[in-house]
Nanobody, 128 residues
Framework: QIQLKESGGGSVQAGGSLRLSCVLSILAATRYSHCMGWFRQAETDKEREAVAAIYLRNSWTYYADSVKARFTIPQDNAKNTLYLQMDSLKPEDPAIYYC??????????????????WGQGTQVTVPS
């Protein structure tokens, strides 16, 4: 059973930075066989879109065009923690951000249906 817990959301001015954390509870022997993703959902009736993903075995990464060169997904293996480092935040970035996991390779273009395990989400706001 995989459990994910996000933290680090909050309010930050446009142009600022914020780092989200996702603590991954998983058997150490299987950890590197997973794809981890960060998704966001701006409103309940909006699509939950992938912003970044990483295949833990070889660190292959995916970034949505809207966040390239602004967001990165560093890891701390000793803490079983995946981060979403968000820099140069824009007014269009506010959303609930979710951490997700799936077994196996990351899809070339990750989507919500590709992931089986989800965290509870953490809110990010960017006041205008």
């Amino acid at each position: 059973q995989i459990q994910l817990k996000e933290s680090g959301g909050g309010s930050v001015q446009a142009g600022g930075s914020l780092r989200l954390s996702c603590v991954l509870s998983i058997l150490a022997a299987t950890r590197y066989s997973h794809c981890m993703g960060w998704f966001r959902q701006a409103e309940t009736d909006k699509e939950r879109e992938a912003v970044a993903a990483i295949y833990l075995r070889n660190s292959w990464t995916y970034y949505a065009d809207s966040v390239k060169a602004r967001f990165t997904i560093p890891q701390d293996n000793a803490k079983n923690t995946l981060y979403l480092q968000m820099d140069s935040l824009k007014p269009e970035d506010p959303a609930i951000y979710y951490c997700a996991a799936s077994v196996g390779l990351c899809p070339t273009r990750p989507g919500r249906a590709d992931f089986d395990y989800w965290g509870q989400g953490t809110q990010v706001t960017v006041p205008s």
